[in-house]
């Protein structure tokens, strides 16, 4: 284990403050399907990603692979980028929120 993967995994945790429980049922809402980018298919990247974090929270840290930490860095760089866009009126209901949510992230935790 490299200090580097050491870091990204503790940023990661900074990050990503949803259980895979937690994201596992919000990924099923229509709610977190309505936001997002879409690259062609009909599953945004937020929503894909989502259930790759799932993946990564349900695994021992031995078992991450190097895709595993490249995902979990850009994780944590879109949550930093995407919180610091906070909207100035409410934003439970707020597609912010849902895009982060898709992430991992739930801003009202």
């Known amino acids: 284990m490299s200090d ?3 870091k ?6 900074d990050a990503v403050n949803m259980t895979p ?13 309505a936001v997002g980018q879409k690259d062609g298919g009909s599953e945004s ?23 595993d ?3 979990m860095r850009k994780v ?3 949550v930093h ?3 610091a866009q906070r909207p100035e009126h409410d934003v439970e209901h707020s597609r912010w929120r849902y ?11």
């Open 21 to 33: 429980a937690e994201l596992k049922t919000w990924l099923e809402t229509d709610d977190s399907r």
């Open 99 to 109: 895009s982060l949510m898709n992430w991992g992230h739930d801003p009202q935790k």
């Open 69 to 71: 930490y490249a995902h």
């Open 45 to 67: 990247v937020g929503h894909e990603s989502g259930r790759h974090i799932i993946r990564i929270l349900e695994k021992n840290k031995s078992n991450l692979t190097s895709d």
């Open 8 to 13: 990204t995994r503790e940023d990661f945790r």
């Open 76 to 78: 944590v760089g879109y």
């Open 4 to 6: 580097d993967d050491a």
């Open 81 to 83: 980028r995407h919180r």
